[in-house]
């Protein structure tokens, strides 16, 4: 099982792995209670969040939104736009097939 480190501004600053057992309740059942009650007595840190097979994308450095259950990824250029519904950032362009990288001063791919 996995676990996100959540900073008090909600941004990601460590993923730690934790064996499944140490995340049972007393049914045999994982936890995700038991798995944050683990590592706050393992840590003496209190916030931390179960990585989820749904969460498609986590990271340190991205921003944990708890209304959504979402780790928003890390802005990677000024102008691009966060489109919440994709959990994705786009660029004020979009890319063709033969572009590889964006060059935000010309806001254009190359």
Known sequence: ???AKIGFNSKV??????NASDCQDASGTV?????KQFLESLTKYPNWVMIKDTHNTYGIGHTYLEDEDVFKPKK???TWTY???DNVWEAPVAREDSQDYWNDATQSWV
């Not at 600053?13 to 934790?18: E, F, G, P, R, Y």
């Open 31 to 35: 936890s995700e209670i038991v798995g």
């Open 83 to 85: 489109n919440s519904t």
């Open 13 to 18: 600053i460590a993923i730690i792995s934790v």
């Open 1 to 3: 099982m996995k676990f």
């Open 76 to 78: 990677p250029f000024d």
